[in-house]
Structures are given as structure tokens and as C-alpha cells.
């Protein structure tokens, strides 16, 4: 029996969206595949600027809040607390600025072709954990330099890097569909990005933000990934309580980013 494709103007549930995205898996990897092949193509050096970015990043934080600042790691060397900080916050910040601009940088393709367009923004999620497994590499380095074995948590750690991703997926899904009727929001995710670096525990611990800070400092959602990471690979005395706030408001952006998502590319066709 031949499959047939029902299109109709009705938001899909997300059990559709899931269906959809298996049927079309092929053009996913496919996707994933080309956009790892355009991002270091006609480089010198093609994926080792995935080890430069985040050591410069680390240099740089390091220096300001290691050095300067002096802030509390808790007995862990900065360099390492840093770049396990990094290696949430690099993944989460790519896939942002990726996804976010996904359906504008195909829109030939929407125009041509029906697909689910979710796809888009997944394909970035996959071809983004190569950059990932290379900053993962630095803190295994970093890791063995100053003889720090990691604790028996780590059997948590695909859990907060499932986080990270849902993370960058929430606000991609916000941001694309947004950009989709309002252009400027190509420059907005650039310019949060820029703020979320130091408003992240990134190079310093959530413990140092005032106790009247906490909750709003919480409702960041990269709080609870980055905390979490740090806590399956160093064992670190971590606020649980904070986490919880963090996935709750992660769980929140991500259900009504899709939602809002499913609902505009719909039309997306005509407004693009």
C-alpha cells in the first residue's frame, strides 16, 4: 500500500512532529551532513577552529575572572572549571545563532518542496555535537593536566547534555519563527548570546550570586545544564534547587517554542 501525506492547516501534535521527522530521517542526516561540510569548507585549518574558539574564549575568561576577579571555584583549578563551563555554553550558543536562522537560510528550499520544517532546525542540534565532542576532548585534557578523575555522576551527564540541547532547540524554535515575520531578531540572538556569556556560571560558581538574586539568576536555563555538568564531571557541591527551577523553565520555552513554531510555518511558505 502506498503512504500517503496528509497536509492540512491543523497544528500537529507532537506526536505527528515526531513521526514526521522519522519518516523524513534521511533528509535529516543529510541536512546535518551538509552543514557540517559548509561550516569549515574552503578553511585552512577546517575543524580545529573548533579547539581555537573555545580555548580563546577560555583565555579570555580566565584572565578576567580568574585573575582580575579572583571569583571561588571551590578548590578547582579555573582553567578546568572554565572550560567545563564552556563546553555547555559553546554547544547551547552555536545551536542558537544555527537554528535561529535556519528557515531563513532555506527558504528556496520551503518554497520548492513539502518537508517537515522542524527538520531544519534539528539538523543543526546533530551536526553541532562534532564541535561539542572536540571542546569535550579540551576537558579530558584538562582533566588528566591537573589529575582530576571524574566522579561517579557522570552516569548523569547524557541526561544535562540532552538539556543543552532541548536548551538550544527552545530558543531556536522561538527565534526562527520569529525572524520569519520580524528580520531584526537575526540581530537580537547575536546580542543575547553576548549578554548570556556572563550571565551564565560559565568562569564563575552560581554560589557567588547574591542570595536575593538567586531565583531570577535561576531562571536561566543554562544555569541548571552548566551546574549539572559540573557536578556528573567534578562532583561539585551544587544547588539542586536551582537546577529544578532551570529545567522547569527550559521544559516550559521548549513546549511553546514548538508550539509557535508548528503554528508559523504553516504559512511560512507565503510570508517568507
Known sequence: MDKKTIISSKPDSFWNTLGEVYSYRELLWSLALRDLKVKY???????????????????????????????????????????IGLLGWTYFSNLLIDSSDSLIQNQNMIQKIYFPKIILPLSKAIS????????????????????????????????FLILAIFAGLAGGFWISALTV??????????????????????????????????FIFNLNPLVGVIEGMRWCLLDMPTNFDGIYISVIVLTLVFITGLFYFNRVVKYIADII
Open 41 to 83: 569548507a574552503q578553511t585552512l585549518i577546517g575543524f580545529l577552529w573548533a579547539l581555537i574558539n573555545p580555548l580563546v574564549t577560555l583565555l579570555i575568561l580566565s584572565f578576567v575572572f580568574g585573575q582580575i576577579a579572583n571569583v571561588n571555584t571551590n578548590g578547582v583549578p579555573h582553567q578546568l572549571f572554565t572550560i
Open 128 to 159: 553541532g555535537l562534532i564541535d561539542f565532542l572536540i571542546t569535550l576532548f579540551l576537558v579530558i585534557v584538562f582533566m588528566f593536566y591537573y589529575g582530576v578523575t571524574p566522579s561517579g555522576n557522570i552516569l548523569y551527564f547524557p541526561f
Open 181 to 214: 515575520r520580524y528580520r531584526d531578531f537575526r540581530f537580537i540572538v547575536n546580542f543575547l548570546v553576548r549578554i548570556g556569556l556572563y550571565a551564565t556560571p560559565i568562569a564563575y560558581a552560581s554560589s557567588s550570586v547574591p542570595e536575593k538574586f538567586q
